[in-house]
């Protein structure tokens, strides 16, 4: 800008040397880096921490675990689970199953028989009280999914179901390879 274009006031805000000054502290401004981005393994950790915190919250009404709620929901779905098949479902040891399930069928949420096939597995099954407090799982659960995406658009809450399915189908197509590679000698 030309000194001569710059408007000129009479109280001196806006004489040529005050535009100036502004121009150069202009120029001067240092641009902000942007935040960069953390790995999204690790926003996913965040994710996972801060889900389990906020399900644990809302079960603890109903005096569930987020790995008891797993059980019966796994239960509601396949009947006469195994220990180790449940362990899987519920994201915890085959040995932190079986105190889990004695919690359970001690509350009658559960109730295990021997198997008809005879052996030592006791496969469990659901009962009618287990099938309630189910429901209250079920309820809190839809609060806490309500809860993670009330910021989303439909549009993005369709992509947040989609993703993970996408992201899981990847990983374990990997480990498939990854296990055949072994086996295999390659």
Same mark, same amino acid.
């Given at each position: 800008?030309?000194?001569e @274009?710059i %408007? ?5 805000r806006?004489?040529?040397? &005050? ?6 502290? +202009?120029?001067?401004i ?5 935040? %960069? !981005? ?5 926003? !996913?950790?965040? +994710?996972q ?20 709620? $797993? /059980? +019966? ?5 396949? *009947?006469?689970?195994?220990?180790? @098949? !449940?362990?899987? *479902? $519920?994201f &915890?040891?085959?040995?932190?199953m079986?105190? !889990?399930l ?8 559960i109730?295990?028989? %021997? ?5 030592? $597995?006791? %496969? $469990? @099954?659901l ?8 429901m &209250?799982?079920?309820l809190?659960?839809r609060? /806490? ?8 658009t439909p549009i ?9 399915e996408?992201? +899981?189908?990847?990983?374990?197509? #990997?480990q498939e390879?990854?296990?055949? #590679?072994?086996?295999s000698?390659?």
């Open positions: 800008m030309r000194e @274009e %408007p000129v006031g009479g109280d001196g806006h004489s040529p040397r &005050v535009w100036l000054r502004k121009l150069n502290t +202009l120029r001067f240092p641009k902000r880096r942007p935040t %960069p !981005l953390k790995p999204l393994t690790h926003l !996913l950790k965040q +994710l921490n801060v889900l389990r915190a906020t399900i644990d919250e809302a079960l603890a009404p109903a005096g569930l675990s987020f790995p008891e709620a $797993a /059980v +019966l929901s796994e239960l509601s779905l396949v *009947s006469r689970r195994s220990n180790a @098949e !449940l362990a899987r *479902s $519920a &915890v040891t085959p040995q932190s079986v105190t !889990l004695k919690s359970l069928e001690a509350r009658g949420l109730v295990r028989r %021997p198997s008809p096939e005879g052996g030592r $597995a006791m %496969p $469990a @099954e009962t009618p009280e287990g099938a309630k407090q189910l &209250v799982f079920r809190a659960m609060e /806490v999914e309500h809860r993670l995406q009330r910021n989303l993005d809450r369709a992509r947040l179901r989609e993703l993970p996408c992201c +899981l189908e990847s990983l374990r197509s #990997d390879t990854a296990g055949h #590679d072994k086996t000698g390659q």
